[in-house]
Every structure is written in structure tokens, then in C-alpha cells.
């Protein structure tokens, strides 16, 4: 069965500073890869994707993800955190083809950004 | 803008009081979601349509209970709420299921509380 493991389930990190958000998944086909933001007492938002091509992915608000088939990872990183950051981000994978399968998405990591 | 809305935002109802939450969207997606979030957890699906077709997840209490009169509305109907499914409820809805890399666009949620 599809998983998804996201390393920390808080990381803090200085305004200004690199963002890295650690997402892996298990399953010998890679599945299609998605991270979603949420802010406080919202729903998700989608930041990015990756379904097939480049496996560097620019997504909204300066985030990218690559997919690494060889670590079974898609880790989210942005070179310059800023406080408006702060929200608690998922990674989630939902398998390929098929008439079955479900988006299955990691328990969360919560993002703090200190001034 | 085409959205997911859900309604309401925030909705109190005592133990045991069957409840309805909505949720429409005008994106015109033949896929409709219904998620429970307990706090600080990820999103856990209950159920899904796609197109008229009712999907259950094997785990889902007999307790929920899901309508879908039509494309764009979706109802989560709760029938003897207690303590423990106090709760973020999240509608999405995506074009084309999870197995075909399509995202899910979120709803803002309604946060259940049970009294």
C-alpha cells in the first residue's frame, strides 16, 4: 500500500533563512506527488505537483520540490523563508493509473518562521 | 472565481443531534471528497462520489453518511454525532480521479464541534 513519511512534525527557521521539508513515499512505482499548504483553520491549498517531465517542480509562493526516484523523495525547499510562511504543509501521493487509489497524505509538518 | 464553498464555517451541535454539512462547487468536477482533520492529524478521507458513484472508505463508521443530488452539491450527514467526531470537515473535488495526477481543490472547511 501507498505511503508518505514527512520527517518533523515541526521545524522552525529564521525569517530569511532556507526552507527544507522533508517528504518520502514507499512504493516500487513512484506515484504522482503533491504538497498542499494549510493556514489556520483552512482548508488545503495545492503549492505543487509533479506527474511526469522535469523533476524539479516550481510551485506558488517561490516553493519547489524534486522528485528523486533513487531516495523515493520529493522534499519542498524555498531559498528565503518569510513570516507569512508559517502554516503547517503536506506532502501527499496518490498512486498511477488504475481505477482504484486515493490521495494518501502525510501526517504534516508544521512550519514556524522567526523574525 | 470557481471554488469549493462549504457551509458552514463552523457548526455546534449537541451529542447525538443528527447534523448536515454542504458543500458546492462550481468547477463542474465529476469527483467530490469529503475528509475528517482532527487536530494537529492529516486529512483522513471518508468517502468519495465520482460522477453518481458512492465510495466508502473500508474504515469509514456507519455514523457518516454522504448525499449527492447533483454535480456540484455534496452533503456529509452525521447521524448520532458524539465527542470523538468533533473535527475539521474538508470537501475537495478534483476532475478525473487520483490515479490520474488530477489535484484536489479544497474547501475551507467546517470545524464541528460537538457538545
Known amino acids: 500500500a501507498q505511503s508518505v513519511t514527512q520527517l518533523g512534525s515541526h521545524v522552525s527557521v529564521s525569517e530569511g533563512a532556507l526552507v527544507l521539508l522533508r517528504c518520502n513515499y514507499s512504493s516500487s512505482v513512484p506515484p504522482y506527488l503533491f504538497w498542499y499548504v494549510q493556514y489556520p483553520n483552512q482548508g488545503l491549498q495545492l503549492l505543487l505537483k509533479y506527474t511526469t517531465g522535469a523533476t524539479l517542480v516550481k510551485g506558488i509562493n517561490g516553493f519547489e520540490a524534486e522528485f528523486k526516484k533513487s531516495e523515493t523523495s520529493f522534499h519542498l525547499t524555498k531559498p528565503s523563508a518569510h513570516m507569512s510562511d508559517a502554516a503547517e504543509y503536506f506532502c501527499?501521493?496518490?498512486?498511477?493509473?488504475?481505477?482504484?487509489?486515493?490521495?494518501?497524505f502525510g501526517k504534516g509538518t508544521k512550519l514556524s518562521v522567526k523574525p | 472565481d470557481a471554488m469549493v464553498i462549504q457551509n458552514p464555517r463552523y457548526q455546534v451541535t449537541q451529542f447525538g443531534k443528527p447534523v448536515t454539512l454542504s458543500c458546492s462547487q462550481t468547477l463542474n468536477h465529476n469527483v467530490m471528497y469529503w475528509y475528517q482533520q482532527k487536530s494537529s492529524q492529516a486529512p483522513k478521507l471518508l468517502f468519495h462520489y465520482y460522477d453518481k458513484d458512492f465510495n466508502n472508505e473500508a474504515d469509514t463508521p456507519d455514523n457518516f453518511q454522504s448525499r449527492r443530488p447533483n454535480t456540484s452539491f455534496c452533503f456529509l450527514d452525521i447521524r448520532s454525532p458524539g465527542l470523538g467526531d468533533a473535527a475539521m470537515y474538508l470537501c475537495?473535488?478534483?476532475?478525473?480521479?487520483?490515479?490520474?495526477?488530477?489535484?484536489?481543490?479544497f474547501g475551507q472547511g467546517t470545524r464541528l464541534t460537538v457538545v
Open positions: 475537495a473535488t478534483s476532475s478525473g480521479g487520483p490515479t490520474l495526477g488530477a489535484e484536489a481543490f
Open positions: 501527499a501521493v496518490s498512486p498511477r493509473g488504475g481505477s482504484q487509489g486515493n490521495l494518501i
